[in-house]
């Protein structure tokens, strides 16, 4: 294979050239597999270590309300927390990613993607590390929203940046890949808070403020590394001879310091010809305007997915923070250790949900919206089982039933979401979609760890009976729109367009 490379000294780039470039050269789906076999290597490992350490603290904020509660040293007892402060505190977080989650995003697309997705770890990490300092109910509720906007943009964050090195009909499984690290790190919250509450009061700290100490000190280490482990957008796919292609921190930072930030690409030479042939017609360097957002935004297929997402999460994160007071209530003999150890489980059957429906999934994509639908009624049978069953630890199987169904939904969801404004809207749509699925369809998260639960003090004494209807009335919700949205995209047209083609769509 002849290869020709040439540098840019201004603009401290590679520019890529060879046989492969010809329009009659196409690489084989065997040496492409190789290629993004050798992305994967480089790219899933980091992403999954980004969305475990972003994940953790919201699956620690929920076991720590309840550590070592007997001695009343639960952070819900040494700060003095109600039913109002905990479920205020819970709803400002999610408040941070509705308003934050598009504009963070967009700024993505402006910067080098691995620093900002390294930005976001390192803030996590610092926020959380100061938990330990909370003294007062308004200082748990200041940091909560505080938490939710410096992690606002890590899900849209991680698919737009797998849109920059794989293609569309790639995607679905490394998002999947990565996914998994959200079940894991809630799996792992309550193994992990069970060993902290060994450390209570050593040095004078409640096991909770050791949790958070050592977490948020790891979080920040590895968000240091990922500026050098996730490499930047691939500059050989993009014309780095016009001059309107330096992104805003080499506008803003002297260039030596732009330097220190370079990591290195991740495949020799002669894969990125391969890449490159496979990735040139496809691959845009994200450029947008307001009317592209707006665009996104009205188009009708968005609402949809925001919906379908609004149930599925919302039950999700009400699961995660108010898991273990579920748990509690049904069984008030329990120590704080058992409740955290017997949270893991839940997270466990949630990844076992993942690895084996959302292959299926991808396999039949045309049946996805049905699979997605499947599931989510597996998360009311368990919602049901945890409501009405008899026994405390029928009760808690069915908690096991409903994390097992919630696997699947949100990678289904996104997938879906990322597939259908790709082919409406392009690079754009994938971008702003994710953002604006994933921020509004929070809203489920406001309202079940607001509204429900420890928001509803009245329902305390039914064990939380209708909070979990509400949850159960949500996940109906999801369901109706994902079986309508085939059917809109049938009487919009969709299904008549070329099955590769991308168009843009203005409302």
Not at 323 to 343: D, E, P, V
Request: proline share 4%.
């Amino acid at each position: 294979m002849k290869e020709i490379v040439t540098a840019d000294k201004d603009l401290e780039s590679v520019r890529v050239s060879s046989d492969l470039e010809s329009p009659n050269i196409i690489p084989t789906e065997k040496q492409l597999d190789k290629v993004y076999r050798h992305l994967d290597y480089r790219i899933i490992p980091a992403l999954w270590c980004l969305y475990f350490l972003t994940s953790f603290g919201s699956s620690a904020y929920g076991t720590t309300l309840t550590m070592n509660y007997e001695t009343g040293h639960s952070l819900k007892a040494t700060l003095g927390l109600t039913a109002h402060h905990t479920s205020t505190a819970s709803a400002l977080y999610y408040v941070g990613y509705i308003i934050f989650d598009l504009p963070m995003n967009l700024v993505m697309t402006k910067v080098s993607p691995q620093v900002w997705l390294s930005r976001i770890v390192i803030s996590v990490g610092l926020v959380y590390s100061c938990y330990a300092a909370l003294t007062t109910p308004s200082g748990i509720m200041a940091i909560r929203f505080i938490s939710g906007v410096c992690g606002a943009g890590t899900w849209p964050g991680m698919s737009y940046y797998i849109s920059l090195w794989y293609p569309e009909h790639r995607t679905a499984k490394r998002i999947g890949y990565y996914f998994t690290a959200a079940q894991l790190s809630a799996s792992a919250a309550g193994l992990v808070s069970a060993g902290f509450q060994k450390m209570d009061m050593v040095h004078g700290l409640e096991g909770w403020k050791w949790l958070y100490i050592v977490y948020g000190v790891i979080t920040i280490a590895v968000g240091i590394s990922l500026v050098w482990w996730l490499p930047d957008r691939p500059q050989y796919l993009v014309d780095t001879t016009d001059r309107k292609y330096v992104h805003s921190m080499d506008k803003i930072l002297p260039r030596s310091i732009t330097k220190i930030f370079k990591s290195p690409q991740p495949l020799s030479l002669e894969e990125r010809d391969l890449h490159k042939a496979d990735m040139s017609n496809r691959y845009k360097d994200l450029s947008w305007t307001t009317k592209d957002v707006i665009n996104v935004i009205l188009d009708p297929r968005t609402w949809p997915l925001v919906l379908m997402y609004f149930g599925v999460v919302g039950t999700g994160f009400g699961l995660a923070v108010f898991g273990t007071t579920l748990i509690k209530a049904n069984n008030s003999s329990l120590s704080g250790i058992s409740i955290s150890l017997l949270y893991a489980p839940i997270w466990l059957f949630d990844l076992g949900g993942i690895l084996i429906v959302t292959p299926f999934a991808d396999r039949y994509k045309k049946w996805r919206p049905l699979f997605f639908s499947g599931s989510t009624l597996i998360i009311i049978c368990g919602m049901l089982v945890t409501t009405y069953a008899h026994g405390s630890w029928n009760r808690y199987a069915g908690l096991l039933i409903a994390g097992f169904g919630l696997g699947p939904t949100v990678p289904i969801c996104m997938t879906m979401a990322a597939e259908i404004m790709f082919k409406r809207h392009g690079d754009v749509g994938c971008a702003v979609s994710a953002a604006i699925v994933s921020g509004l369809g929070n809203l489920g998260s406001v309202t079940a760890t607001y509204a429900l639960y420890s928001g509803w003090p009245a329902d305390v004494a039914r064990l939380y009976q209708y909070s979990n209807m509400m949850l159960v009335l949500m996940l109906g919700v999801s369901i109706v729109a994902a079986l309508f949205l085939p059917l809109l995209r049938k009487w919009l047209g969709d299904f008549d367009d070329d099955e590769n083609k991308v168009t843009t769509t203005t409302f």
